[in-house]
């Protein structure tokens, strides 16, 4: 899509909501950081226009999350009919889980996302791949409504990019992403409080669940190939949540031969939520695609049955992408 294309499905966005009363923004399940930052800041912006507005997400708020500005008001079902439905980095209508039904029943659909691997759903795709965080497409809407974002707005924006470029070191940083950390800056945001509460500060469960993660990494393809898994007697053992082990994926691939990494964690209904990890090009999207999941080529995710033969069908697929990459 051209800037040009872009800018005007800003602006048709803009004009939608305008025009909508009973708005509703939902986000996907097993929420991220980006996710749940980037609806905050619509959300407690489009309020400001004294839009009725439901923020939504299918399943409970991580607990890092929970002090974010608005995140109590949240909620985890809809039954009303919206003039508008919005989407908030979902890459998919399946990934809205129990939220399906709202959308389907809303007048119109648009979807607000960065990432390659998708489909479709909505009426307008508000879709941007160069930006480094889904939050930068909401602050493009904020300043077409002339809204100017206050510290709460500011603070769920820098959280939306802090989370999805772990911390400043995804390939996806440029020039612009700073430029909007600037903007988010003059409110008068306390960038060290804020980084330390939200990604430099973990709880005890935490580093005990990522530490047995780690310990558990096995590898393959030369060693260019890691994976580990965790499981609900784990979670169960150490009295922790899904949430307290985002980060052990990231932490595979500081290993230093590591290529592309693969995070197993069992679910409760016998699935397992697989997060996948790449590096030098290596297309890691569409391997989760093919399972149903989504993302990025060098971050993606996908469900997948919790059997040891579908676990070692993706390992074996994930090294031959490995074998049969090149460099350019």
Wanted: aromatic share 6%; charged share 25%; hydrophobic share 40%.
């Amino acid at each position: 899509m051209t800037p040009q294309a872009f800018q005007k499905k800003i602006r048709l966005t803009a004009d939608l909501i305008r025009q909508s009363q009973k708005i509703i923004l939902a986000c996907h399940m097993n929420p991220d950081g980006d996710a749940i930052g980037s609806m905050l800041a619509l959300g407690l912006g489009l309020r400001k226009l004294k839009k009725s507005v439901l923020m939504l997400c299918p399943d409970k708020i991580p607990e890092r999350y929970k002090t974010l500005p608005g995140a109590h008001r949240i909620e985890q079902d809809c039954h009303q009919i919206a003039d508008l439905a919005i989407s908030v980095d979902c890459g998919s209508l399946t990934q809205l889980a129990k939220l399906e039904r709202a959308f389907e029943r809303s007048k119109r659909i648009v979807e607000i996302d960065h990432h390659l691997y998708r489909t479709r759903f909505g009426d307008i795709q508000l879709v941007d791949q160069r930006v480094s965080s889904v939050g930068e497409i909401v602050l493009l809407i904020l300043d077409a409504l002339n809204i100017k974002p206050d510290r709460p707005i500011a603070e769920c924006l820098l959280i939306s990019t802090l989370i999805e470029t772990s911390s400043f070191s995804r390939p996806e940083i440029n020039r612009a992403t700073f430029e909007f950390c600037a903007k988010l800056m003059r409110t008068g945001l306390d960038f060290q409080t804020i980084s330390r509460r939200y990604y430099w500060q973990k709880r005890l469960e935490c580093i005990h669940l990522s530490g047995l993660a780690l310990s558990r990494i096995k590898t393959r393809a030369k060693d260019q190939l890691a994976w580990a898994a965790i499981y609900k007697e784990d979670f169960e053992h150490f009295k922790g949540a899904a949430e307290d082990v985002d980060s052990v994926a990231d932490d595979m691939m500081l290993l230093a031969n590591v290529k592309v990494a693969l995070f197993f964690r069992e679910m409760e209904d016998n699935m397992l939520r697989v997060s996948l990890r790449a590096r030098e090009g290596i297309d890691v999207g569409y391997l989760a695609a093919v399972y149903g999941g989504g993302g990025h080529r060098d971050v993606a995710g996908c469900r997948i049955h919790n059997n040891p033969k579908t676990m070692e069908r993706l390992i074996n697929q994930a090294s031959r992408l490995i074998h049969n990459y090149r460099l350019p």
